[in-house]
């Protein structure tokens, strides 16, 4: 069973730019959420879909945004680039399963902002 | 979902059992007990759950203790490779939504 991709592994943009950065979840999974790590620091919810809607988003400013796809792939937008935005993406799918969630996360996508 | 408190930082001798003790004194009889480890740079891998009986699969075995307030999660045969954060996370069944990733311990497995 293929894991949770995710495209680019690396982007590099300037400030002010827009990125755009994508997530192909695990077949059958129907959630997505989106985390930011920044260096050194812990991972920070960003936004969360399920069956095409958003469901959560975390405290972050409204130039990050998303969306997901029919086929539940899903797209994190991030507008007008700051230099703090640097950090790994990550995108983590997962399907309820008695009950129980369990998160699967993909490898990331290091953006950096220059 | 009930907080969880590790230690910052522990060693393991490569091919010995890692131990990675895990306190959630204030769990709830309804929430599992996740881990998972994000070896650097990487992004984290799912390792094991639990409820209450101990659990094992092929990447590691989860203790949990009789009153649920504890667990430990053992790695039987460290390598290097194992070296990474390992988070303990307490999660509602029926719970979704966002992980909360703590600082997590960060195990060192030395040759």
Avoid at chain 2, 45 to 57: A, S, V
Wanted: aromatic fraction near 10%; proline fraction near 5%; include cysteine.
């Amino acid at each position: 069973e293929a894991g949770v991709t995710q495209s680019p592994t690396h982007l590099i943009k300037t400030r002010g730019q827009q990125a755009t950065l994508r997530c192909s979840p695990i077949s059958g999974h129907t959630s997505v959420y989106w985390y930011q790590q920044a260096l050194g620091l812990g991972l920070q919810f960003l936004l969360w879909y399920d069956e095409g809607e958003e469901r959560n988003r975390g405290n972050f400013p409204p130039r990050f945004s998303g969306r997901q796809f029919p086929n539940y792939s899903s797209e994190l937008n991030v507008n007008a680039l700051e230099l703090e935005d640097s950090a790994l993406y990550l995108c983590a799918s997962s399907r309820r399963t008695g009950g129980v969630e369990t998160q699967y996360f993909g490898p990331g996508t290091r953006l950096l902002v220059l | 979902d009930a907080k969880t408190t590790q230690p910052t930082s522990m060693d393991c001798a490569e091919g010995r059992a890692a131990n990675l003790p895990c306190n959630h004194s204030t769990i709830s009889g309804n929430e599992y007990v996740y881990w998972y480890r994000q070896i650097h740079s990487q992004g984290p891998q799912y390792i094991i759950h639990g409820l209450k009986n101990n659990e094992t699969n092929e990447m590691a075995s989860l203790i949990i203790t009789e009153d649920r307030k504890s667990s430990t999660l053992i790695l039987p045969h460290a390598t290097l490779r194992d070296t990474a954060v390992y988070y303990c996370i307490v999660r509602a069944q029926g719970s979704q939504g966002n992980l909360i990733f703590g600082k997590g311990t960060k195990l060192s497995v030395k040759p």
